[in-house]
């Protein structure tokens, strides 16, 4: 079945270090994707969207690309900060529906 | 502006008993979606609803499990008879009618069922 899924579970960075967490989907009909942050104990925030007519889009100190070829997307931060470490959902939405299907999720810990 | 708003924010309850989970949407926002997050999972879309409305609760499991969003006052995820497998964080996510793409999640009702 279609489905979205995240390459790495856990992602270990040192404070200052550029982090990129990949997501990979199936569903080619797929044509809205969302980045997720998630803290412990939290609901989830969002970080950033894209679709699929767009490769790149740029937010504060994030950027989300995305390879329609491949059906993957990632999440790339700049100078990854302590307060950055939570768990990072990707979510796609595809064409006529309007309900998200989450991935597993990516556990980022920047080390100070 | 206050955020979506969830109680409680933690639950405990005997197999057997109901739970009733609470969630008022962000002002202006008539659109009210659950998930359920079981433990390093990501979440599971539950029940859509609009004001007065059920829109889609085809992630819902048939029995005991049911939803509301009445005229007045917040949406409610009532669980009967709960069961251990219900222990689980249940986030409720609201969007303005315009605004479908962009849900923004409350902090959640984490269940335990004993």
């Known amino acids: 079945g279609e489905s979205v899924g995240l390459h790495l579970p856990t992602l270990s960075v040192q404070e200052g270090d550029n982090s990129i967490i990949n997501c990979a989907y199936s569903?080619?009909?797929?044509?809205?994707f969302i980045w997720y942050k998630q803290e412990s104990g939290k609901g989830p925030q969002f970080i950033i969207d894209?679709?699929?007519?767009?490769d790149k889009r740029q937010g504060q100190r994030v950027t989300v690309l995305l390879n329609k070829t491949v059906k993957h997307l990632s999440l790339q931060i700049a100078a990854t900060q302590p307060g950055d470490s939570a768990v990072y959902f990707c979510?796609?939405?595809?064409?006529?529906?309007?309900?998200?299907?989450f991935g597993r999720g990516t556990s980022l810990i920047v080390h100070p | 502006n206050a955020g979506v708003m969830q109680n409680p924010r933690h639950l405990v309850r005997r197999r057997g008993q109901e739970a009733r989970l609470r969630c008022s949407p962000m002002?202006?926002?008539?659109?009210v979606y659950w998930y359920r997050q079981l433990p390093e999972e990501g979440l599971k879309f539950m029940v859509y609803?609009?004001?007065?409305?059920?829109?889609?609760e085809s992630g819902m499991p048939k029995e005991r499990f049911s939803a509301e969003f009445p005229k007045e006052g917040p949406s409610i995820l009532r669980i009967q008879q709960v069961v251990r497998g219900d222990s689980a964080a249940y986030f409720c996510?609201?969007?303005?009618?315009?605004?479908?793409?962009?849900?923004?999640f409350g902090p959640g009702t984490r269940l335990l069922v004993l």
């Open positions: 996510a609201s969007s303005p009618p315009a605004g479908w793409e962009t849900q923004y």
């Open positions: 569903n080619s009909a797929s044509d809205y």
């Open positions: 894209i679709r699929s007519n767009m």
């Open positions: 979510a796609e939405i595809s064409g006529g529906s309007y309900i998200p299907t």
């Open positions: 002002k202006g926002h008539s659109h």
């Open positions: 609803l609009q004001k007065e409305n059920i829109i889609d």
